[in-house]
């Protein structure tokens, strides 16, 4: 039996599109047709009906009136006039229909889309890299290291696990070369990392008592106003891992914040991590810490991993096509 589908067309009004229908017992017409239900030949009767009553329209369509159907029973009025789904364009909600099932997420990456302007591919391109289900999932000590008002924005700006996919590295690839590839792909590196985020620089020298000392990738935290230094591992993390980066904060609060800055922030970017090690790690801490892992590559069956090849031996197999 055919779902009773909601009401979607209202009484005509004077002076809207709707009242250009023939006359109110042809609106009636056409709301007892959806009411009977939303059988294929009930659809194509309302979208042929659509089309001859408002010829000047577009959007009637047979996949359209679905969409419809779907966008009334996902969202009650009070979601579609005040909330963020009312303000997106058509196509943008269709992306939330088809791509996600669950109503608070739906909501979630409608009101992001909302705040930074996302376009439909962005939203496509950050629903399915699952960026908001990733947000907040950062192993830190922030409750107890940073003011409130910052630590709830410090802990939301980062995720867990970081996806750098996009380096075209595989899973043996070495520190220096993901660091190095980072700045190469920066563009992406800070769409990942989020809003907020700006470069500083890589390699960024200290002096300390007549030693150089240099910070890998500096970043700064537009909303926080804070430094935020990032220390990469290509292993599983070690507690030993966190004193040469409390070093480069400790550094960095003392050579590089202004006096309005907050105190910098340290992220961590391992391989993997045991949750249990991280949190007794972090515990006596005073700096505000977060560690998280990265993926070089998303996941895929093994054998499948292996058996991509590297961008070296692309560019090499096409430079022997071509001599």
Known sequence: MADKAPALIEPPR????????????EFARLAREVEQGWGAKVIDRLSHDLRQAFPDLGGFSRANLKYMRAFAGAWDEEAIGQQAVGQLPWGHNIVLLTKLKDTEMRLAYAAAAVEFGWSRNVLVMHIESERIERQGKATTNFER????????????????????DFLGLGDGAHEREIEASL????????????????????QVHL????????????FYHLQLRRYVVIELKAEKFKPEHLGQLGFYMTAADDLLRHETDGPTIGLLLCKTKNEAVAEYTLRDSSQPLGIVQYQLLEALPDPL???????EQIERELGEANE
Request: glycine share 10%; hydrophobic share 35%.
């Open 14 to 25: 004077k002076g809207t599109a709707s009242g250009s229908l023939t006359s109110r017992s």
């Open 183 to 202: 700045i190469d792909h920066i563009t992406e590196f800070l769409l990942e990392l989020g809003a907020g985020f700006a470069f500083v620089g890589r």
């Open 305 to 311: 991993q292996t058996a991509l090849p590297t961008i």
């Open 145 to 164: 290291s940073l003011p409130k008002t910052d630590s709830d924005l410090a802990r939301e700006s980062l995720k867990d696990p970081y996806r750098l």
């Open 207 to 218: 002096e300390i008592g007549g030693d150089d000392f240099y910070i890998d990738s500096l």
